[in-house]
T-cell receptor
């Protein structure tokens, strides 16, 4: 299975701190995406990183990809209460755009 | 602009009944995905379309599940002889396709409850 697994399953931090979440996967990928899901709402796309890229930034978000370790990390800097959500990675394999989502990290940012 | 919409937002049905769930994607998006999500879990892939054709339907759990996208826009997920285990939130997403790397825009979901 290609399914990603996020680590940790749950994370609780103070506002202003940085939050790091990791995603590990099992087979070669085409690209990897990170999504956020607020409680009871739909998923929102955050960042897409291709297999030939190592790092991408978007505002307070930084994503790294290490294909040799089959892992990715999402860093949220200077977290805010509004960042409280579940975060999922999703991977697609070579030659396909079928995406498999991980189990998610539940982030809670305390004001 | 308008996002992805799904109807109904909630559906309660009795075991054994037939249901249809509808997805209206963002205009011009060539790819459309269906997932289902159970509480505390990540979305589970069901099927995705590229245009009118199903590019990959390997996630459909059995032959009670079927999806169509006849004109390459609106899609309908059809579930026959529903079972209590089918209860979940069914999510639809659309994507511009190759130019974007297939980043997906999700709808709010349809919560299906089978009693």
């Amino acid at each position: 299975s290609q399914q990603g697994e996020e680590d940790p399953q749950a994370l609780s931090i103070q506002e202003g701190e940085n939050a790091t979440m990791n995603c590990s996967y099992k087979t070669s990928i085409n690209n990897l995406q990170w999504y956020r899901q607020n409680s009871g709402r739909g998923l929102v796309h955050l960042i897409l990183i291709r297999s030939n890229e190592r790092e991408k930034h978007s505002g307070r978000l930084r994503v790294t990809l290490d294909t040799s370790k089959k892992s990715s990390s999402l860093l949220i800097t200077a977290s805010r209460a509004a960042d409280t959500a579940s975060y999922f990675c999703a991977t697609s394999g070579p030659g396909t755009y079928k995406y498999i989502f991980g189990t998610g990290t539940r982030l809670k940012v305390l004001a | 602009g308008a996002g992805v919409s799904q109807t109904p937002s909630n559906k309660v049905t009795e075991k054994g009944k037939y249901v249809e769930l509808r997805c209206d994607p963002i205009s011009g998006h060539t790819a459309l995905y269906w997932y289902r999500q159970s509480l505390g879990q990540g979305p589970e892939f069901l099927i995705y379309f590229q245009g009118t054709g199903a590019a990959d339907d390997s996630g459909l759990p059995n032959d009670r599940f079927f999806a169509v996208r006849p004109e390459g826009s609106v899609s309908t997920l059809k579930i026959q002889r529903t079972e209590r285990g089918d209860s979940a939130v069914y999510l639809c997403a659309s994507s511009p396709g190759r130019t974007s790397g297939y980043e997906q825009y999700f709808g709010p979901g349809t919560r299906l409850t089978v009693t």
